[in-house]
């Protein structure tokens, strides 16, 4: 039977969250933060950063636990069953697959405003913030370049990606300290006598709208690639939250580097009237950087095409993880038998990348989509990790959280709020998607004869529940979230705090010990032979 191969290490697996989360969040959301918070946008960043943190946490123990290829969308199935594992699954695969278009569009964009005489041509390739039909041509040959990169081998995929994610580092660090010492302005910081100009809640829109729960979604990538990794239970929780705290650091000193260069001339009407085509880039011009200007516009491909080239491999294995829960037909299960890669999900990804490409077009619209994914397949995160500690508890666990039983039901609520955050009717349309591919997984329960349906349907109740009572309450919410304002603000922000914690007790409640967690746990106890075979040593677990 084909296997995917272990050969990735701890530094190649962090490298793999750094390369997918220096992307292009870094080079439109400080612009996109400021626009919307003002200068209070360096909080939203560390309250981006916390929630994050509290779901990465929860992934982490579960990566550890299943180091199998494309593990976020399976891990659900082994906690609650077949219907909620589909919601989540589903919802995860639409946000990271999404994520490879943004990538290409991003790199379009930047480039279509290039100042040098003999780029004129690019000056077309972009209109009123989406792609024109030249500029959607070469964003799909940039798919195109993404899809062949990862197309071979793994192998080959760590060393460009490693290589890669450093120069994504060293570029941004290089942005930080030109535009720090060229031309600080710290009166922007206060400008109009306000740190909060837009007022808080503009804060809080900017952590879900803005793009920094986008910036932060790389997470995901290293737990993902779990199944190639070489010792899963050390590798995992390093790359995880070692790539997070790194590209917090990354994203304030950006978001303080790019409040501080802007010329008070052009805060005369607010940071809300602000616009820029290449933010980075146009901040360079303005101060005469013209080495970092090249720098820029170089980085411009590189950085969104690193990231693209992640999720390339990752959504491979996302889709090989949902055929192996018999969602999708058997032919995405295949792996190559040399190279191991499972070369039709690639080919699977690379239609619906180009399809989401054709329908959105722009950086901004198609990044707010990927954030409101993102937090629903987050969603099902903590409630599965604290399950499984009842429903599995005799499972290897290589890593186990200290203080979980706070910090997931803190990362359901901040999953929750940030959702809420994200405005109506953003939210509702994203909602309405993520319900779309529900006649999928219908079609294949139809298939088994809707085998164990009812009992897999009860244990998912709460997560489609959950979801119609966010939607009411986004559309009933304060004006300041784009409600009604039926709920005024601040109650609104309670209800959801208080709606959260009892879905959460109730998707805790909901969980069993399922067929596939009895099939996952030879999986897990196959990782744990073999770590002792490394170690020489008895299993022993390890609490962080």
């Given at each position: 039977?084909?296997?995917?191969?272990?050969?990735?290490?701890?530094?190649?697996?962090?490298?793999?969250?750094?390369?997918?989360?220096?992307?292009?969040?870094?080079?439109?959301?400080?612009?996109?933060?400021?626009?919307?918070?003002?200068?209070?946008?360096?909080?939203?960043?560390?309250?981006?950063?916390?929630?994050?943190?509290?779901?990465?946490?929860?992934?982490?123990?579960?990566?550890?636990?299943?180091?199998?290829?494309?593990?976020?969308?399976?891990?659900?199935?082994?906690?609650?069953?077949?219907?909620?594992?589909?919601?989540?699954?589903?919802?995860?695969?639409?946000?990271?697959?999404?994520?490879?278009?943004?990538?290409?569009?991003?790199?379009?964009?930047?480039?279509?405003?290039?100042?040098?005489?003999?780029?004129?041509?690019?000056?077309?390739?972009?209109?009123?913030?989406?792609?024109?039909?030249?500029?959607?041509?070469?964003?799909?040959?940039?798919?195109?370049?993404?899809?062949?990169?990862?197309?071979?081998?793994?192998?080959?995929?760590?060393?460009?990606?490693?290589?890669?994610?450093?120069?994504?580092?060293?570029?941004?660090?290089?942005?930080?300290?030109?535009?720090?010492?060229?031309?600080?302005?710290?009166?922007?910081?206060?400008?109009?006598?306000?740190?909060?100009?837009?007022?808080?809640?503009?804060?809080?829109?900017?952590?879900?709208?803005?793009?920094?729960?986008?910036?932060?979604?790389?997470?995901?990538?290293?737990?993902?690639?779990?199944?190639?990794?070489?010792?899963?239970?050390?590798?995992?929780?390093?790359?995880?939250?070692?790539?997070?705290?790194?590209?917090?650091?990354?994203?304030?000193?950006?978001?303080?580097?790019?409040?501080?260069?802007?010329?008070?001339?052009?805060?005369?009407?607010?940071?809300?009237?602000?616009?820029?085509?290449?933010?980075?880039?146009?901040?360079?011009?303005?101060?005469?950087?013209?080495?970092?200007?090249?720098?820029?516009?170089?980085?411009?491909?590189?950085?969104?095409?690193?990231?693209?080239?992640?999720?390339?491999?990752?959504?491979?294995?996302?889709?090989?993880?949902?055929?192996?829960?018999?969602?999708?037909?058997?032919?995405?299960?295949?792996?190559?038998?040399?190279?191991?890669?499972?070369?039709?999900?690639?080919?699977?990804?690379?239609?619906?990348?180009?399809?989401?490409?054709?329908?959105?077009?722009?950086?901004?619209?198609?990044?707010?989509?990927?954030?409101?994914?993102?937090?629903?397949?987050?969603?099902?995160?903590?409630?599965?990790?604290?399950?499984?500690?009842?429903?599995?508890?005799?499972?290897?666990?290589?890593?186990?959280?200290?203080?979980?039983?706070?910090?997931?039901?803190?990362?359901?609520?901040?999953?929750?709020?940030?959702?809420?955050?994200?405005?109506?009717?953003?939210?509702?349309?994203?909602?309405?998607?993520?319900?779309?591919?529900?006649?999928?997984?219908?079609?294949?329960?139809?298939?088994?004869?809707?085998?164990?349906?009812?009992?897999?349907?009860?244990?998912?109740?709460?997560?489609?529940?959950?979801?119609?009572?966010?939607?009411?309450?986004?559309?009933?919410?304060?004006?300041?979230?784009?409600?009604?304002?039926?709920?005024?603000?601040?109650?609104?922000m309670l209800i959801i705090s208080g709606l959260s914690l009892v879905f959460y007790v109730w998707?805790?409640?909901?969980?069993?010990?399922?067929e596939y967690l009895q099939e996952a746990c030879k999986v897990n106890e196959e990782m744990r032979?073999?770590?002792?075979?490394?170690?020489?040593?008895?299993?022993?677990?390890?609490?962080?």
């Amino acid at each position: 039977m084909n296997k995917l191969q272990r050969r990735m290490g701890t530094f190649a697996l962090t490298m793999v969250g750094m390369g997918s989360i220096i992307g292009s969040g870094w080079l439109f959301g400080a612009w996109r933060a400021a626009q919307i918070a003002g200068p209070a946008a360096i909080f939203s960043w560390i309250i981006g950063m916390i929630v994050i943190l509290f779901i990465a946490l929860s992934y982490s123990e579960l990566g550890s636990m299943f180091p199998e290829a494309g593990g976020m969308v399976k891990y659900t199935q082994y906690s609650h069953g077949s219907f909620i594992g589909f919601l989540a699954g589903w919802a995860n695969w639409i946000a990271i697959v999404s994520v490879i278009p943004v990538e290409a569009i991003a790199s379009v964009q930047y480039m279509s405003s290039l100042p040098w005489k003999w780029a004129q041509w690019t000056h077309g390739l972009v209109l009123n913030g989406s792609l024109t039909g030249k500029g959607l041509g070469i964003a799909s040959l940039l798919l195109i370049i993404y899809f062949f990169i990862n197309f071979w081998t793994v192998s080959f995929f760590s060393k460009a990606n490693s290589f890669i994610t450093i120069f994504k580092i060293i570029i941004p660090g290089l942005t930080i300290g030109a535009l720090l010492f060229a031309g600080f302005h710290s009166g922007n910081f206060t400008y109009h006598h306000s740190v909060a100009p837009n007022g808080w809640a503009s804060v809080f829109t900017a952590v879900a709208t803005s793009g920094i729960i986008f910036a932060f979604n790389g997470f995901q990538s290293p737990i993902n690639m779990a199944g190639e990794v070489k010792n899963p239970s050390r590798s995992i929780p390093i790359a995880v939250i070692g790539s997070v705290l790194i590209a917090t650091v990354i994203y304030v000193l950006l978001q303080v580097a790019f409040i501080g260069s802007v010329d008070p001339s052009l805060l005369v009407h607010g940071w809300h009237q602000l616009n820029f085509n290449s933010p980075f880039a146009d901040l360079a011009i303005a101060l005469n950087l013209n080495w970092l200007v090249i720098i820029l516009y170089s980085d411009a491909f590189i950085s969104p095409s690193g990231t693209a080239i992640t999720y390339t491999a990752t959504t491979s294995r996302m889709i090989y993880g949902m055929q192996k829960n018999e969602y999708l037909p058997k032919v995405f299960g295949k792996l190559h038998p040399i190279y191991g890669i499972p070369r039709p999900a690639m080919f699977l990804n690379l239609a619906v990348s180009l399809l989401f490409l054709f329908i959105f077009r722009g950086w901004g619209t198609l990044a707010e989509v990927i954030s409101v994914a993102t937090l629903i397949s987050y969603i099902t995160g903590p409630v599965t990790v604290m399950t499984l500690r009842r429903t599995g508890k005799l499972l290897y666990r290589p890593l186990r959280l200290k203080g979980l039983s706070i910090i997931a039901p803190c990362g359901f609520v901040f999953a929750s709020l940030t959702l809420y955050w994200a405005r109506w009717p953003l939210t509702g349309e994203v909602l309405f998607i993520i319900m779309g591919g529900l006649p999928i997984y219908f079609y294949y329960q139809a298939k088994v004869k809707w085998k164990g349906f009812r009992k897999n349907f009860r244990a998912g109740l709460w997560m489609v529940i959950y979801l119609l009572c966010m939607m009411l309450v986004s559309y009933l919410g304060s004006e300041k979230f784009g409600g009604k304002n039926i709920i005024p603000y601040g109650w609104d922000m309670l209800i959801i705090s208080g709606l959260s914690l009892v879905f959460y007790v109730w998707g805790l409640k909901s969980g069993f010990e399922t067929e596939y967690l009895q099939e996952a746990c030879k999986v897990n106890e196959e990782m744990r032979v073999r770590e002792e075979e490394i170690t020489s040593e008895p299993y022993k677990e390890t609490a962080v």
